[in-house]
């Protein structure tokens, strides 16, 4: 809706326009198309001006929106049918102005697009020259330039009118003199309501998390306080704020003043966890709606530093797209966390309301690995790569697990794969620190053992405690791991082995009475290279993400393949 409203479509609302709704679900508005006669690129009169909803006195409520809507959401004193939809409306338009809606994102976004035709436009005018750009009295944004160039300056110049427009019919958001950020005790900010002289507001705010706005009426909650010229800031304050306006308001804005705290680094703030590609939805979860898998990623960020943390300064810009100035959660205690999700209501639907979570990121995290970087302006707080192949651990893109930090500290490179691991808890621990596997590895194989032994597989324990097995699985293949189930009771000691032979009388013919401790009856090394998988499990059978692979090549008779460890811990 805010795209159709936006770009002025002749066509929205009425035509063009398509509606789903998955079983049990909520309606869906989609998919969003054309737009071929809109943001006043041609002599259609109906989309050429920006500086009004159309060219008869309706804000786009054609049939059932104005149920929803309302007919006079134009109108100084909205009358909407349904005010808590009109309301939701204008918090998010307002959210999206700050964010992908902002005339630098615009204008990016327009530069991006135009960057990508900008050869082939030359061949297309010249094979079809009856349409040459920039035709006709309809550029009125184009600030003289022609051609080519002077479509691209209209198209911005149209937008930055329309968006321009849009903020006027509605109360203007309030803010402070400083958007948030550490201060000194007994600090005096500037309350900024958003009016003026000509039209004055209030601002309201709370200092609890809840909404200054009593939802389903135009009164300040019970909980809001009417703002003074400036407020005080005597303990570090999160302020959800609002302005008011008769009985209209705008949307909120969250900042916060940290007292005696410590800004983000590199050293302090860490991703600590990533959901890229978690398991698909539940039939409680598809039954909302949520059938695609990607509803449900998640990142995680930790402060590991001594003191309570400002993060509201900071914004993700490569892999995912999210300012922490619209976070919900803009200061952290040493070793608190936020997270920030794809879609608020299904990670809802799956974790609960008691994570603590920021917001919704723009994007979604690759499933075969991409950059991620988090920046404070020009500064880099975390920029690196993970990736879904060895060295770095793989469960993480087959069987639902998240990737995370072995042992989250300060100063951590976390371009190394090897400080990140899988968390043992199926889809994750958002908000809490993972459950870490125990480093139990395949130390050697013995794939050609000759006449006189079976060939075998040694685990060795590297942690410092005793590991129970019971439950988990050799294989040798990745995408089918519980070929063999440990039995039962098996115990490695602290830095002791293990190992698992192939049969009890090195007869492959026999192997379908092999006890359970022998693996042949259920997979074989080959000598001429071949691969074993080590997958941890419960003893009821489910998975619990951990992996170790060892790949080997052609042996001689009576030759093993064992771990090497390099002076460097490799």
Sequence with gaps: YVMRTLTK????????????????????????????????????????????????????????????????????????????????????????????????????????FAAQISEGQVRNFEKWRGQ?????SVKDYNDGVTGWEGEIVHLKGWLKARVEYMDDQFVKVPGFSMNGGLVDQGASIGVQTGGNLFSPQNAYFTTDGSDPRERGSNAPSATAEKADKTIVVNETTTYTV??????????????????????????????????????GGDDAETGKGFVNKDYFEYLELTNVGDKEMYIGDLTFTNGIAFPMSESKVQTLQPGGRVVFVSDLEAFTLRYGNDVPV???????????????????????????????????????????????????MSGLDLSDANLWTVDMQVSGSPGAPGIVPPAVVINEVLANSGANAPDAIELLNETSAEVDLSGWYLSDE???????????????????????????????????????????????LNSTGDKVYLFSATLEGELTGYRDRLAFGDSDEGSSFGRLVTSAGD
């Design 478 to 524: 990745a995408d089918e791991p519980n070929k063999f189930t440990i039995p039962a009771g098996t115990k490695v000691p602290a830095g002791g082995l293990v190992v698992f032979s192939q049969d009890n009388d090195n007869d492959p013919t026999n192997n379908s009475g092999l006890p359970a401790e022998f693996f042949g009856n259920s997979f074989g």
């Design 358 to 408: 920021g917001g919704e990121f723009v994007g979604q995290l690759a499933n075969g690995g991409e950059r991620l970087a988090l920046m404070r302006g020009e500064e880099v707080i975390q920029d690196f790569s993970y990736n879904d192949s060895e060295p770095w651990p793989v469960t993480p893109d087959q069987f639902g697990f998240s990737l995370t930090l072995t042992n989250p």
């Design 9 to 112: 479509d002749p066509d929205g609302f009425r035509l063009s326009t398509y509606l789903y709704m998955p079983p049990n679900g909520k309606v869906h508005y989609g998919p969003v198309w054309d737009f071929d006669r809109t943001m006043g690129c041609d002599s259609d009169t109906r989309a050429k001006v920006p500086t009004n909803w159309a060219n008869v006195d309706y804000f786009q409520t054609f049939g059932w929106w104005t149920d929803i809507l309302g007919s006079g959401f134009h109108k100084t004193t909205p009358t909407a049918k349904r005010p808590e939809f009109l309301q939701d409306w204008i918090d998010r338009y307002q959210f999206h102005r700050r964010t992908v809606l902002d005339l630098n994102n615009i204008n990016s976004i327009v530069d991006d």
């Design 132 to 136: 040459r750009p920039d035709v006709g």
């Design 242 to 279: 609002r302005a008011e306006q008769g009985d209209r308001w705008s949307g909120p804005v969250t900042m916060a003043f940290v007292v005696d705290g410590i800004p983000a680094t590199k050293e302090n703030l860490l991703i600590s966890e990533i959901m890229y590609n978690p398991n």
